[in-house]
């Protein structure tokens, strides 16, 4: 709606959303088909603003002026044990490793934009296809960067540690302020506590080669290759991500609480939990430097953009956090 409603009335051309690339073709094929005046060709209507009326009342609500420091997260679960402080780098994992992380339904449906009566007919036979393909042509460089940090947490504040006590970064993340009132904070041993937590970080990537073949068929307009392949590209990093998480909760000795299949994996039926920066847990983009500069990953060829993006785009990074009741909550209001 802030699309086809405010930017549409002060811009002077036809502007639409599309919520994704599947989304824009189509809006193209009807607005080249409007262009060349194909009878009964037409533009979608234009979106709507709703909003429900439940919403509209909490909006009037008056907020609380304060509340506590600390949200009722629990304060007495055990601290794992680390293998190692610091970071390690692993380089040149097989794609059979985490190719079974891979989330077919975001894929399909997500990605590639397909109906459920197609996925068997269409869209397996194409994931075999590309996978195929991935692999003779060696398109990818799957790589981790990952570490474990000490920490502790003041207030809203994530304090990062060095091995001799004294703080080498933090991280400040937003609180919710009714409800519970979460912040990612509340999941580590407070400074007051005396006690020392521990901060899991990680950055994977499958590597530039798998970007630089998507760009390459986007250049010879082979736009359905296209999209499948870069659709799958960025699935293969999240999948990537999943298998490193678990890990990660291997060493730190909470894995014995994974499920047992992806489906359970994949609505995060484990202890622990990896918030990726963006969020709404940890919004601000800018904190990614601060992860850049304790992991360094440009020893795995990840590099930092100025507005804090990462490169290759099939990369992603994570905060991870061991504690049992750590899950996704909305910053901005209730769980």
């Known amino acids: 709606a802030y699309v086809e409603q405010d930017l549409h009335e002060i811009y002077q051309g036809e502007v639409r959303y599309a919520r994704d690339a599947f989304e824009g073709l189509r809006l193209m094929d009807a607005l080249m088909a409007v262009k060349r005046g194909i009878p009964g060709a ?104 990952y570490g474990y940090f000490p920490c502790v947490s003041k207030d809203d504040d994530l304090i990062v540690l060095d091995e001799q006590g004294n703080e080498r970064t933090r991280f400040t993340f937003p609180r919710q302020d009714r409800g519970r009132r979460l912040c990612l904070a509340d999941f580590f041993r407070s400074e007051e506590s005396g006690q020392v937590d521990v901060v899991g970080l990680q950055v994977v990537t499958v590597g530039s080669r798998i970007g630089e073949a998507t760009a390459g068929l986007f250049e010879t307009d082979a736009y359905r290759d296209y999209l499948e392949l870069h659709g799958l590209s960025v699935q293969l990093a999240e999948a990537l991500a999943e298998y490193w998480h678990a890990r990660v909760r291997a060493e730190l000795g909470i894995g014995v609480h994974d499920p047992a299949g992806l489906d359970g994996m994949l609505r995060t039926q484990y202890q622990g939990c990896r918030y990726s920066l963006g969020y709404p847990a940890c919004p601000d983009l800018e904190d990614r430097g601060k992860i850049a500069d304790l992991l360094r990953p440009e020893r795995i060829g990840v590099e930092l953009s100025e507005e804090f993006q990462l490169h290759p785009e099939q990369s992603t990074d994570a905060i991870v956090v061991h504690h049992p009741e750590a899950s996704y909550f909305n910053a901005g209001g209730r769980p």
Not at 89 to 107: F, Q, T
Not at 127 to 136: K, M, S
């Open 42 to 145: 037409a533009l979608p209507e234009l979106k709507q603003r709703r909003v429900k009326a439940a919403a509209a009342v909490r909006n009037t609500e008056q907020l609380p002026a304060e509340g506590p420091r600390r949200s009722d997260v629990a304060t007495d679960n055990p601290v794992p044990t680390p293998p190692f402080l610091g970071t390690r780098v692993v380089k040149g994992i097989p794609l059979k490793e985490y190719a079974s992380w891979l989330d077919e339904g975001a894929l399909f449906k997500g990605q590639w934009g397909l109906k459920r009566d197609v996925i068997d007919s269409v869209g397996r036979p194409r994931l075999r296809l590309w996978l195929d393909r991935l692999r003779t042509e060696n398109l990818l460089e799957a790589a981790v960067v």
